[in-house]
């Protein structure tokens, strides 16, 4: 028996993977649902955060998370996915960082010299996304958050770690948005010479 099921509409992600540990970033980042029949990426629910957080390893099983820590997990992945809006030229927003900082202090993050880490001494949902937080904040240090983007597709919320040289990528994956807005950019080309 799978003990972990993956919820009826929590969407595939088929984006290529961050490298190291970034890819924990990317993976909560692109956390999305999908329902059938419809179009557009929406918000993950909370079966899938804790579906995902359980499949990465980051949360026990007999570990249940309150709705209260998932609303707190939404918030957080939230503000970390407009820090990534940041890179795609928006404003900063405050608000954002003033909950990140926050978050530094409600998962427990703390410096570990010896072991060349910052750690997470919360439990449960907290310690897991405490350990994401961690990875992120790392990453804007060393500059490897400068290359995350959304996918430019107006119904994909998938979150790509850009691994072009010129850092021109616009899709989570050429194969799927990709391949879509270039096959409609075509059919535009073809009714404006029509
Ligand atoms: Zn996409």
């Known amino acids: 028996m799978d003990t972990n099921p993956k919820p009826p509409n929590t969407d595939v992600d088929t984006t290529p993977p961050a490298p190291g540990d970034l890819e924990l970033v990317r993976g909560f980042l692109s956390l999305h649902d999908h329902v059938e029949g419809t179009r557009d990426s929406l918000p993950p629910s909370s079966e899938t955060i804790t579906w995902w957080l359980r499949d990465r390893g980051l949360l026990a099983f007999d570990e249940a998370p309150t709705e209260g820590d998932l609303r707190w997990t939404t918030g957080i ?82 979150v ?17 948005c990709g391949n879509r807005a270039k096959v409609r950019a075509y059919r535009e080309r073809e009714r404006t010479s029509a």
Request: contains cysteine; hydrophobic residues 35%.
């Open 77 to 158: 992945l939230e503000a970390l996915r407009s820090r990534v809006h940041e890179n795609m030229g928006q404003p900063p927003d405050p608000g954002s960082i003033d909950a990140l900082d926050r978050a530094a202090r409600e998962t427990e993050l703390s410096v570990d010299f010896g072991g060349k880490a910052l750690r997470a001494g919360a439990s449960g949902v907290r310690g897991a996304v405490g350990r994401i937080v961690a990875v992120a904040f790392l990453a804007e240090l060393d500059g490897s958050w400068d290359r995350f983007k959304e996918c430019s597709s107006p119904t994909c919320r998938a």
């Open 160 to 176: 790509f770690w850009d691994r072009s040289k010129n850092r021109s990528g616009r899709w989570c994956t050429m194969k799927d």
